[in-house]
């Protein structure tokens, strides 16, 4: 069965670096997301992304962050100056064109920014 | 904007029987989407049962079936016979129909274990 990847498992970082965050979505679909999970907390949506461009961002997705799908299968985010709160269960996900528009979600990133 | 609720944080139940987990939510919509999710401790985000607001039937999915009262905007989740590989972090959620990019909007969560 068809499933969204995401490299790498675990990331650690120095505050202040960038890092980007790879997704691979299901490969026949077009809608893709970040999520990301503080230790305990809920999940939050970060960004929707479809046809190039971005469709809607919440108000944590704010000028450090950015995402790009550089080719026909990776989905990336990119946090350019890391902070200590940016760590966190980062969860890409994809939706293709079902009715009930069901979002598959990857394994997901721990981000530690140390 | 909309908003999600699980008031219970933690519950507990023994394998085999029956729990219900709790969800309320707040939106303007008439038109959306329900979902629960299960997170285990693997972190992996699952997708368990699906409602659509225009469906008056409750959803079934073996174990685990819903129970959608839409006027009061309550959507709880029923798993029966409870088993050990039941025990997850269960996420409800919120999704606007209408398009194919809205955002799920999720409840904080309840953390259910399963007991021997």
């Known amino acids: 069965e068809p499933e969204v990847t995401q490299t790498p498992s675990h990331q650690v970082t120095q505050m202040g670096q960038e890092v980007i965050l790879r997704c691979v979505p299901i490969?026949?679909?077009?809608?893709f997301y970040w999520y990301r999970q503080i230790l305990g907390q809920k999940v939050e949506f970060l960004v929707s992304?479809?046809?190039?461009?971005?469709?809607?961002k919440s108000e944590i997705f704010d000028d450090q962050f950015s995402v790009e799908r550089p080719d026909g299968s990776n989905f990336t985010l990119k946090i350019r100056s890391t902070k200590l709160e940016d760590s966190a269960m980062y969860f890409c996900?994809?939706?293709?064109?079902?009715?009930?528009?069901?979002?598959?979600f990857g394994p997901g990133t721990r981000l530690t920014v140390t | 904007a909309q908003t999600v609720t699980q008031s219970q944080p933690e519950m507990s139940v023994q394998e085999a029987e029956t729990v219900t987990l709790s969800c309320t939510y707040d939106?303007?919509?008439?038109?959306?989407?329900l979902f629960w999710y299960k997170q285990p401790p693997s972190r992996q985000m699952i997708l368990v049962i699906r409602?659509?607001?225009?469906?008056?039937q409750n959803a079934t999915e073996n174990r685990f079936s819903v129970n959608f009262q839409k006027a009061a905007k309550s959507f709880s989740l029923k798993i029966s016979d409870s088993q050990l590989g039941d025990t997850a972090m269960y996420f409800c959620?919120?999704?606007?129909?209408?398009?194919?990019?809205?955002?799920?909007?999720f409840g904080k969560g309840t953390l259910l274990t399963v007991n021997p």
């Open positions: 996900a994809s939706t293709g064109q079902s009715t009930s528009y069901e979002q598959y």
């Open positions: 490969s026949n679909h077009l809608y």
């Open positions: 992304f479809y046809n190039n461009e971005i469709s809607e």
């Open positions: 939106t303007s919509e008439n038109n959306y989407y």
């Open positions: 409602q659509e607001a225009y469906k008056q």
């Open positions: 959620a919120f999704r606007r129909s209408g398009g194919s990019n809205y955002k799920l909007t």
